[in-house]
């Protein structure tokens, strides 16, 4: 089964929330944040180049990029909704790794 979502913590009047983790090859890691209609969202990891990215709304909206990519922007939510991010380390990659993701809602 898929890890429970995490918080994505955002300090009070602040446009990005920064999490840090490790994950071995082959995990996931998921996140959720409640965002509005309309909003932009990007996600950035590092290191770059490194992890699979995707963003689902609980209602509507899939939106994934793939490891070389190290972020992921979406020009406009669809809906007013709890969103989880997944951050995946493939299962080839030769060892875990300790990451940093900071998602923006400007």
């Known amino acids: 089964p898929l890890p429970a979502p995490t918080p994505v913590f955002f300090r009070p009047g602040a446009i990005s929330g920064i999490e840090y983790g490790r994950l071995a090859p082959g ?8 965002a509005m209609a309309g909003q932009q969202m990007i996600v950035r990891t590092w290191p770059e180049g490194t992890l699979g990215i995707t963003v689902e709304g ?3 909206g899939y939106w994934s990029a793939p490891p070389q990519a ?9 809906a007013t909704q709890n969103y989880v ?4 380390l493939p299962a080839g990659h030769a060892q875990a790794v300790d990451y940093t993701m900071e998602v923006t809602i400007p």
């Not at 995990?27 to 409640?34: D, F, G, P, S, W």
């Not at 922007?73 to 669809?78: G, H, K, M, N």
């Not at 991010?85 to 995946?88: D, F, G, H, M, P």
């Open 70 to 78: 190290g972020s992921l922007t979406i020009p406009a939510l669809p």
């Open 58 to 60: 609980e209602r509507s």
């Open 85 to 88: 991010i997944t951050l995946a």
């Open 27 to 34: 995990a996931v890691q998921r996140y959720e944040l409640r």
